[in-house]
């Protein structure tokens, strides 16, 4: 084992231990999961986010359950506009399915065995008839029968069963006030439940490699509910049934409040803890407030910045610049954040004599690189250059000048610098000098 690392990533995942404590999160994932082997370990898992103090909503689907025991019996059930017509017959197995899902859940999230993760967890699991349900009736002239949709969430009752330290989990069926049970599903369930909690986030454990991706292959780590939708409606056809409406229902929770909507692997082993405590996560996050933003620098990021420009000054990409002086320019410094982590800074310096402004100390952390971070911070510089009426921005550096000569930049002389930068340019250096009319459109 790698002490090191071990220190280093526990170092890491304390901001969020400290965050997520008191925190209510809903986590919904479909039936297949509970039969895989893989649900041991998301138990583990779970019943460590309870440990942290995280107060934590389950939704369980049962839908392979359920088509199991209708193939016994030789039936099957119809589908319209995505959701299966539910029958005497077929709810009659929808219970038996859930129940069955039910006790199997229960049972991996009691084990508290000496050796294993979970010991002395000595974890309370909580259901109930929290769901308050209604027919989904005649859609186009079909009658739903007994599929159902979520009426009322009984928040009261969940929220005291949290307070008291238990987890809750809840299965995809309703009750209506007139005795009737109704099959709903997960999907629904867990963002409805969300959305009534006020959830501080809603996770969907789906069957991805990570979270979603792009046709070529690439993660998309963030998305605006608007973003979203569109990105659904764009690639409908090409996704599985069950990830859609997960999706959908993250982007729909996202629009009605809920802070965090997170689409994460189901497959990937430890796949939630990492989208939970790590910054680069591992899967998909929908959310109408955005991840990622842009801000003057503080006194309190002076510490940061150093941690993120030093190692760059060292490698002799940026000019080495004394911590005094950085401190003393702050006010020309941009950071950009990811989730409230400081990831990287830009300054810019105007010479408004010359027209022109110097863009200097480009610099994204490690883990953040190739995430189109450094960018942003450029099209912002060029923006606040464009609000002050400057003409030109130049920028000297020794090791990246193909980064900016393919957005726009050309190499030049020296002699182009303002003045007061000329007297001061240091030919031993040898940076290159790209300057770029801001008249013109990136290349």
């Known amino acids: 084992m790698d002490t090191s690392a071990f ?33 041991s370990q998301l138990s583990h898992d779970i019943n460590l986010l309870v440990s942290l103090g995280i107060r934590i909503v389950l939704v369980h689907g049962a839908r392979p359950q359920v088509e199991s025991l209708l193939a016994l019996r030789g039936q099957t059930r119809q ?25 199997e859940i229960e049972a991996q999230l009691s084990v508290a065995l000496p050796d294993s993760p979970m010991a002395g967890a000595n974890l309370r699991v909580a259901g109930g008839n929290y769901l308050v349900a209604c027919p989904m009736g005649v859609l186009d002239g079909v009658d739903m029968q007994y599929s159902g949709a979520v009426r009322r969430v009984d928040t009261q009752a969940i929220t005291q069963r949290l307070a008291a330290g238990e987890l809750v989990l809840l299965s995809p069926i309703g009750y209506s006030p ?68 997960c999706f959908a229902s993250a982007i729909k929770a ?22 939970l405590f790590t910054h680069a996560g591992s899967g998909t996050v929908v959310s109408d407030a955005p991840l990622v ?40 410094y941009t950071v950009v954040e990811h989730d409230g982590k400081l990831t990287g800074c830009v300054a810019m310096f105007d010479y408004p004599e010359a027209g022109m402004a110097e863009l200097c100390c480009l610099a994204v952390a490690p883990p953040w690189r190739f995430r189109g971070y450094g960018e942003a911070l450029l099209h912002h510089v060029e923006q606040r250059a464009r609000d002050k009426h400057i003409d030109t ?26 003045p007061v930068k000329r007297q001061h340019y240091n030919p031993e250096r040898g940076s290159k000098v790209l300057v770029r009319r801001l008249s013109t459109p990136h290349a």
Request: hydrophobic share 40%.
């Open 7 to 39: 220190v280093q990533s526990f170092r890491e995942a304390a901001p969020y231990i400290h965050t997520f404590r008191g925190q209510t999160f809903v986590i919904g994932f479909g039936g297949e999961l509970v039969e895989s082997d893989r649900f």
């Open 79 to 103: 589908h319209h506009r995505g959701r299966r017509i539910t029958d005497a017959t077929a709810m009659d197995a929808v219970k038996y399915g859930i129940g069955y899902t039910r006790a």
């Open 178 to 245: 007139t005795g009737e049970s109704f099959s709903l599903s997960m999907e629904e369930v867990a963002a409805h439940t969300a959305t009534s909690l006020k959830a501080d986030k809603l996770m969907y454990l789906v069957d991805t490699p990570t979270g979603v991706h792009s046709a070529s292959g690439q993660l998309l780590r963030e998305f605006s509910p608007e973003e979203g939708q569109a990105w659904l409606e764009s690639s409908a056809d090409h996704l599985p049934g069950e990830f859609r409406l």
């Open 254 to 275: 996202a629009g009605l409040g809920v802070k965090r909507c997170h689409l994460v692997s189901q497959s990937v082993d430890g796949a939630l803890l990492k989208e």
């Open 293 to 332: 933003v842009l801000r003057q620098a503080r006194f309190d990021d002076l510490q940061r910045l150093l941690q993120i420009i030093r190692p760059l000054e060292q490698e002799g990409k940026l000019v080495p610049r004394e911590e005094e002086m950085i401190e003393l320019n702050l006010d020309h």
């Open 393 to 418: 921005l130049f920028v000297l550096t020794t090791q990246t000048a193909h980064f900016f000569i393919e957005r726009g930049f050309a190499l030049t002389s020296p002699d182009v610098l303002p």
